[in-house]
């Protein structure tokens, strides 16, 4: 049983930073693409980021420059370093995991999820 819980979030002033982070347990971490998704109220999730077991990176436009994805094998985390953060960053931050290696941007291709976290930006 793969079991997702992500850390962090919260309030922050827009122009400061957040850092969240996500575990995985279950299976070989170092194995699988983790990713990171959002969803604001009354919108669909989105993508924001993903790193694949061979460290690969892909960040969604509207976030690139600004976020920071990474992830350390040795502790079985991933973490999303977010700047510069924005109102519209608004939004319950989920991470996911599935059965691929390779980062996909789409949230069907991912089995697993968590709980997700809110990151609240207030102007």
């Known amino acids: 049983q793969v079991q997702v819980t992500e850390f962090g979030g919260g309030r922050v002033q827009a122009g400061g930073s957040v850092r969240l982070s996500c575990t995985a347990s279950g299976r070989t971490f170092s194995h699988y693409a983790m990713a990171w998704f959002r969803q604001a109220p009354g919108k669909e999730r989105e993508f924001v980021a993903a790193i694949s077991s061979g460290l690969k990176i892909g960040y969604a436009d509207a976030v690139k420059d600004r976020f920071t994805i990474s992830r350390d094998n040795a502790k079985n985390l991933v973490y999303l370093q977010m700047n510069n953060l924005k109102y519209e960053d608004t939004a319950i931050y989920y991470c996911?995991?599935?059965?691929?290696?390779?980062?996909?941007?789409?949230?069907?291709?991912?089995?697993?999820w968590g709980q997700g976290t809110q990151v609240t930006v207030s102007s």
């Open positions: 996911a995991t599935g059965t691929y290696a390779s980062w996909i941007d789409t949230a069907r291709s991912y089995e697993y």
